[in-house]
């Protein structure tokens, strides 16, 4: 390809990634603008760039708090998730049976039931263990963890399954003989080779658990244990929304999103360049 | 039938409230003595709120934190979403973890959660709780009022001179007028209850028996396109649709944006939406409101929108706590001035004063006053009935002209049969 | 199975299938059976055996099978729309372009935001945006308010559907395409493939797991669709964009009916599983074992 062309090309794509983004331009300059403003034109810029509604945002959504709860609670659940689905994954793959094909299949099926139906019968079950067991599965961080492990795992386990499947066989086998227990396969050889999948796997589940609004809303009642979304509730009345603290709350939400995937990102990207110079 | 004469009696009663309100001060002060002094030092088990108006959460919040510095024990107060919070509490109380204090609605969220809600009738707080304002379960008073609150039609006094407007014909008159000016005569908004929900309320509130009326068309008894009322405010949203800006492509922040600058002179609105004004400078002292002018209704709709309840699951020690927190809320000082100056509620117990009120909320509490109100039938509506089947209805209207007004109310007929089933 | 064998097998599975048992398979089970439960959600409440009547019941609600058929509509629509998307920019941002980060890390950003904002910032560029470029561009036909339309407004569903989730299935393809050793594609190319031809013949079924992965995951986000559907169109016009997950939500905590709305949510997920697992079969049949 010429030069020129090249430039032409990198140049458009920017373009239209620009416009493809332009929402959440709209986001952040309301983030800005108090109700009137917002009002006389959403796409015009500002009067002023007073970080004023982050200032009350924050304050209101008590965020450095929320920030520390959501983090507990996404980077555990999400290593649970990947060592487990990741395990489960692999036995499921590498055993041909029946049973590790019902066990897929109904990992699979639940991805498709609508989470309002099971929502219910879910606190109940939680609330049993909670009063047989004496396991406080409810308004606890550790609680929200487990059930986030248990939602996560099927999408975890599919995309797993998907890709260990890339995986030759004949080194696990030249590692058996070498005297390596199936734990020692899985982690010293076969773990490794997932490093792209496993990076996929963790971008999807952050960003899902991140913002995440629905079970940490049944789960978790007291103030000290909100996660970000749940502290955004102060902003959306019945009928009335305080739009800039609101836009201004998503914002800072996905700030520490962006950061992870870029941070995740570049990491693929460097075992691309790997890639390329062998 | 109880419920139907309580409805009416509401009207005058609600006169009543306002008088004593207005000249009960000195009273007052005694009562929260008595009252407030409850707690007497002795430290209660903590106690947990979950309610459903997001805007209070924070004074209430802050109230909590004085509460505790006076009393020694300790509130916490849940959160949810407007939209959410229904959902929340069903799924809480379905995991034993429901809060002390909640909130419900009038009708059939709180035919719903009855089984939940603590008898209060011996409470000495429910005792100022202005005739007809409370909840009842049968005899039993079960919530109390968080306050009232009105709609009608809020304009901009610069553009409507409100005894213009007292019958269809002037009305339509005024809307022609205001679109021969370029301007929007009256805005309604797309959000369910601000399309339909609150200005159908007015055909039901002008039955002579508004309850008994609801009861006989979910029987199919009666039928809204036979009741005359219905068909004067059918005429009414003919004109609407006919005269002013279509209310589909209107969303609430815009349609009190265009009323702040001008640009609408009528919305049907309540005095909630007074905050809405707040960041257009001084416009807020150009507003009143007035009675929507159907079939000579001069009165506006005023009624309570939610009321506290205490949940008979908790324990003793927790029901003694939450309803010594109730007490002192509504009968100290403290409490008092908080629920008229931070939540800036217009009072419905006769106990308490009417805080600094603003243009609209001035209004309701004139209204209620005076007697002139119309009560809130909508909360009587079959569940979910506004926005799952009255809103479509509109929508369909507001969108295709050549439905009639006639054949409006039958599919409005039609689609309450459905959900009322 | 050696005992060996299943002892590993036990280790490797059963601490995930034990908290995913607890979490959704006991609390499936026990919906089920509320599915044959005339009941009101209020756990106080009484509950009444009902037998099939649930199931008789919702097969006459006709605004029922109107929303399965917008359903149907919607995510058949798409289905295409996300993975054409997903698939082109994974091809974009994989290329030697000097803005394919920046661009991969654009692309990938609707997905970090959700909820009622979303649905807010859309209504805006479908009323307003959309009016002020129809008058600029003179194209009334495309550039109106879509949201009023009855079909137009499922259009609109749709876009911002494939918005969010385009960069979500375009990471899967990346992972998809960066598993494809580079030999194989400098081979074709000293070979003199062109351009399509390597896209044909390597690239494409080389993906196949990666297009199983993705056209699952769409198809299951599309059937369960309920956040968009809520903050955009809230199912209007006049019921027009009226979905299963909402139509179920509504029949559960709007009407109160908690064994209709979880009768209605059991035959859902019959029919889904059914069409998705069809798919899945399809799609595996055709992948390649490397």
Redesign the interface.
């Known amino acids: 390809m010429k030069k020129t062309g090249k430039w032409a090309l990198d140049i458009l794509l920017l373009l239209f990634s620009l416009v493809f983004l332009s929402p959440i331009f709209i986001m952040v300059i309301n983030s800005f603008k108090n109700r009137a403003e917002l009002y006389e034109n959403v796409l015009a810029l500002p009067s002023s760039f007073s970080f004023e509604y982050y200032r009350s945002a924050m304050e209101r959504m008590n965020f450095f708090t929320a920030l520390g709860n959501s983090l507990y609670v996404t980077i555990t659940s999400v290593i649970i998730v990947i060592i487990l689905a990741s395990m489960t994954a692999w036995m499921l793959v590498r055993t041909d049976n029946k049973l590790s094909k019902i066990i897929f299949f109904t990992f699979v099926a639940t991805m498709l039931i609508p989470f309002q139906t099971l929502m219910m019968p879910l606190m109940q079950v939680m609330d049993w263990i909670r009063s047989t067991l004496h396991i406080p599965m409810l308004n606890t961080h550790e609680g929200l963890i487990y059930m986030n492990v248990g939602f996560s795992s099927s999408m975890a386990v599919f995309l797993y399954h998907g890709f260990i499947k890339s995986v030759p066989v004949a080194l696990e086998e030249a590692a058996t003989l070498d005297g390596c227990s199936k734990f020692g396969v899985f982690w010293r050889i076969v773990f490794p080779l997932l490093k792209n999948i496993t990076v996929t796997v963790a971008i999807l589940n952050v960003i899902a658990l991140w913002n995440d609004y629905l079970l940490p809303s049944l789960t978790l009642s007291d103030v000290g244990l909100r996660t970000i979304p749940l502290s955004t509730f102060y902003f959306f009345g019945q009928f009335t929304i305080v739009w800039n603290q609101a836009m201004a709350g998503l914002t800072l939400t996905i700030i520490p999103v962006v950061i992870f995937y870029m941070f995740a990102q570049k990491y693929i990207i460097k075992g691309i360049a790997a890639g390329a110079v062998k | 039938m109880k419920k139907v004469k309580k409805m009416l009696s509401l009207l005058t009663a609600t006169a009543l409230v306002a008088t004593l309100a207005a000249c009960g001060s000195p009273q007052n002060d005694t009562g929260a003595a008595n009252g407030g002094g409850n707690t007497d030092g002795e430290k209660l088990k903590k106690i947990?709120i979950?309610q459903?108006?997001?805007?209070i959460?924070?004074p209430l919040?802050q109230l909590a934190k004085t509460y505790q510095q006076e009393t020694g024990n300790e509130v916490?107060?849940?959160?949810?979403?407007?939209?959410?919070?229904?959902?929340?509490l069903?799924?809480?109380?379905?995991?034993?973890?429901g809060?002390t204090i909640f909130s419900v609605a009038q009708g059939?969220e709180a035919e719903?959660?009855k089984?939940?809600l603590t008898d209060l009738s011996d409470e000495e707080f429910v005792q100022n709780i202005a005739p007809d304002m409370e909840l009842k379960d049968e005899d039993k008073i079960v919530g109390i009022p968080y306050g009232v609150e009105g709609f009608g039609l809020v304009y901009n006094n610069e553009l409507v001179n409100p005894s213009d407007i007292t019958d269809l014909d002037s009305f339509t008159k005024f809307l022609e007028q205001m679109k021969a000016e370029g301007k929007n005569g009256l805005s309604l908004s797309?959000?369910?209850?601000?399309l339909i929900g609150h200005i159908l309320n007015t055909p039901f509130a002008l039955q002579q028996e508004p309850l008994e009326f609801i009861d006989q068309l979910n029987k199919g008894e009666v039928k809204m396109a036979d009741t005359p009322e219905f068909q004067e405010w059918a005429k009414f949203m003919e004109a609407i649709r006919a005269h002013a800006t279509?209310p589909?492509?209107i969303?609430?922040?815009?349609q009190?944006?265009d009323f702040?600058?001008g640009r609408t002179a009528m919305v049907h609105q309540g005095n909630?939406s007074f905050?809405?004004l707040?960041?257009?400078?001084d416009f807020g002292s150009n507003v009143g409101m007035m009675p929507f002018p159907l079939a000579g209704n001069d009165k506006i709709a005023v009624g309570v929108a939610s009321y506290w309840v205490v949940n008979n699951?908790a324990d003793a020690e927790e029901a003694k706590a939450a309803k010594a927190f109730l007490n002192w809320l509504f009968t100290s000082e403290t409490g008092k001035k908080a629920i008229v100056d931070d939540f800036k509620f217009i009072p419905a117990l006769t106990n308490i004063e009417a805080g600094n009120l603003d243009p609209l909320s001035e209004a309701v509490h004139e209204a209620t006053s005076s007697g002139q109100t119309i009560p809130w039938a909508l909360n009587y509506f079959p569940?979910?009935i506004i926005?799952?089947d009255l809103?479509?209805?509109t929508?369909?209207f507001f969108?295709d002209s050549s439905i009639s007004g006639e054949q409006y109310l039958q599919k409005l007929d039609e689609v309450w049969a459905r959900?009322a089933s | 199975m050696h005992r060996k064998d299943k002892a590993w097998f036990a280790l490797f599975t059963v601490p995930l299938l034990f908290i995913f048992s607890t979490v959704v398979i006991i609390p499936f089970i026990i919906g089920i059976i509320y599915s044959f439960v005339n009941w009101d959600g209020i756990p106080a409440n009484p509950k009444v055996f009902v037998g099939l009547d649930n199931y008789v019941q919702l097969f006459q609600d006709t605004r029922f099978l109107m929303s399965a058929w917008h359903t149907v509509q919607f995510t058949l629509l798409a289905l295409i729309l996300v993975n054409v998307l997903g698939l082109a920019f994974a091809l974009l941002v994989t290329t030697k372009l000097r803005s394919r980060n920046a661009a991969r890390t654009m692309f990938f950003m609707p997905n970090l935001i959700g909820g009622l904002i979303l649905g807010y910032i859309w209504q805006f560029i479908f009323t307003d945006a959309f009016r002020n470029m129809g008058e600029m561009t003179g194209w009334g036909g495309i550039f109106f308010n879509w949201l009023l339309h009855p079909q137009f407004a499922l259009y609109a569903l749709v876009v911002v559907f494939a918005w969010q989730l385009a960069g979500y299935t375009m990471i899967i393809y990346i992972a998809g395409i960066q598993g494809i050793p580079d030999e194989l594609m400098e081979a074709a190319k000293v070979d003199g493939a062109n351009m399509g031809q390597r896209l044909r013949k390597i690239v494409f079924p080389l993906l196949m797991p990666s297009f199983t992965i993705c056209l699952f995951l769409t198809l299951s986000g599309a059937f369960k669709i309920y956040d968009v559907n809520l903050s955009l169109t809230k199912g209007g016009p006049n019921n027009a964009t009226e979905m299963f997950a909402m139509n179920i939500f509504n029949e559960i905590f709007a009407y109160g009916n908690y064994g209709l709305g979880q009768a209605k949510a059991i035959i859902f997920f019959l029919i889904v599983a059914g069409l998705t697992l069809t798919q899945v079969i399809v799609t595996k049949r055709r992948e390649v074992q490397m």
């Open positions: 947990t979950f459903s108006k997001v805007e959460t924070e919040e916490e107060v849940w959160g949810a979403a407007g939209d959410a919070y229904m959902q929340q069903v799924a809480r109380l379905g995991s034993n973890q809060p059939p719903r959660l089984s939940y797309q959000e369910a209850y601000f279509n589909m492509e969303k609430y922040d815009t009190m944006g702040a600058t909630w905050t809405m707040e960041d257009f400078e699951q569940a979910g926005t799952n809103a479509p209805a929508q369909e969108m959900a």
